[in-house]
């Protein structure tokens, strides 16, 4: 399709050139953007997000609700609105995502575990607002929140 | 030989990021982000990630392209939007001819079903890669919401004519048999083959005696 016959070395340098640094730019320009991981300022550039339920500390039984609140509108990724990923002890790579205020966790192993909640633009890229909230799993009498009106339960 | 290294090169550069688009968009498409695909735990990054960052591998390539591959787009352009009478009799024996390998007589360099596949490839994967890179500049709100409707529509038109392209380009169909040699190793293609999908331009390349 092209050809680098013809061209002096300098040439073919500068097409090379020009193609690592386009693939570079590339690479680079996707993915994460955000601190990454926990400790994100839950009130970075005046956005805000909290898991208003459970509360850090909290007794809590499988199934249980999950409820947030953020100050940017949480909704359907289509509408191009925020979202709300929801992990747990800090393993990002499997999630819930969270297109409104809540969702229902119906798989959680017993004992203590960290809620994590991470706030996402529609692309998915993180918006740089993380909130945590500790929790105990237990067959005990919790503070079960009931269901709400969840998404995509897990 | 049928295409050059570059060519071949640059194709499969194409054809292994969206293969990788392909599967992790469809992934994100069927609302299954938050639980890994197999190329994602392969690779320890999230499925948007991986989609997103392969967009802009592509987009790379894209760009490549057009600075040092404008006399080979001229070619690909050239063939692919010369039509002739005698292709839709062409297409009319396609159905039989994929299984039986005799196809109708063309003059192209690409038959005239890889014409139309040329064009709406291009023109989808172009679609992508700009709908692409405008969601991620823009990451919310009104325009979003707008790339993603050209993203998706772009996704359904896109799918099933790489699924074509691969099914015959593998030679699985009889009448396609030995064709992949013409983008990999070496793409020397045996003369057969050659004459069968391709005759005319097989017969204007043949060597001088």
Redesign the interface.
């Known amino acids: 399709?092209?050809?680098?016959r013809g061209r002096g070395p300098r040439g073919t340098k500068l097409?090379a050139g020009?193609?690592l640094t386009?693939?570079l730019?590339?690479?680079?320009?996707?993915?994460?953007t955000g601190g990454g991981g926990g400790g994100s300022d839950p009130e970075a550039g005046g956005m805000t997000l909290e898991i208003t339920s459970p509360a850090d500390g909290d007794s809590v039984e499988v199934p249980f609700t999950v409820e947030v609140a953020s100050s940017e509108e949480l909704g359907l990724?289509?509408?191009?609105?925020?979202h709300v990923?929801v992990f747990f002890d800090g393993d990002?790579?499997?999630?819930?995502?969270v297109e409104g205020e809540s969702t229902e966790v119906t798989d959680l192993p017993e004992g203590e575990h960290v809620v994590n909640a991470s706030l996402r633009?529609?692309?998915?890229?993180p918006a740089g607002v993380e909130t945590e909230v500790t929790v105990t799993v237990g067959a005990g009498d919790g503070s079960d929140t009931g269901g709400g009106t969840g998404d995509?339960g897990? | 030989m049928r295409n050059p290294r570059p060519a071949r090169w640059f194709h499969a550069g194409v054809y292994v990021t969206v293969l990788v688009l392909l599967a992790t968009g469809w992934w994100l498409l069927l609302g299954r982000e938050g639980s890994p695909s197999v190329l994602a735990r392969a690779t320890g990054m999230s499925d948007a990630e991986l989609h997103t960052v392969t967009g802009w591998v592509l987009a790379g390539l894209t760009a490549l392209a057009v600075l040092v591959g404008a006399r080979g787009w001229r070619t690909f352009w050239r063939e692919s939007v010369r039509f002739r009478r005698g292709d839709a009799a062409w297409f009319r024996r396609w159905p039989a001819a994929i299984f039986t390998g005799r196809f109708g007589h063309h003059e192209g360099r690409f038959d005239p079903g890889q014409r139309i596949a040329n064009l709406v490839l291009v023109a989808t994967l172009l679609a992508l890669v700009v709908s692409g890179v405008g969601l991620v500049l823009v990451s919310g709100g009104p325009a979003f919401v707008w790339f993603a409707q050209v993203h998706r529509w772009s996704t359904y038109v896109v799918t099933p004519v790489v699924v074509g392209h691969v099914i015959i380009a593998s030679g699985i169909l009889p009448g396609y048999r030995g064709v992949w040699r013409a983008m990999h190793l070496g793409g020397h293609l045996r003369r057969a083959d050659a004459e069968r999908v391709w005759p005319a331009w097989t017969e204007r390349t043949r060597p001088p005696r």
Do not use: K, P, Q, W
């Open positions: 399709m092209f050809r680098l097409v020009a193609a386009i693939l730019v590339a690479g680079c320009g996707g993915g994460e990724i289509e509408t191009g609105a925020h990923h990002d790579e499997e999630f819930l995502v633009n529609a692309d998915h890229s995509d897990y």
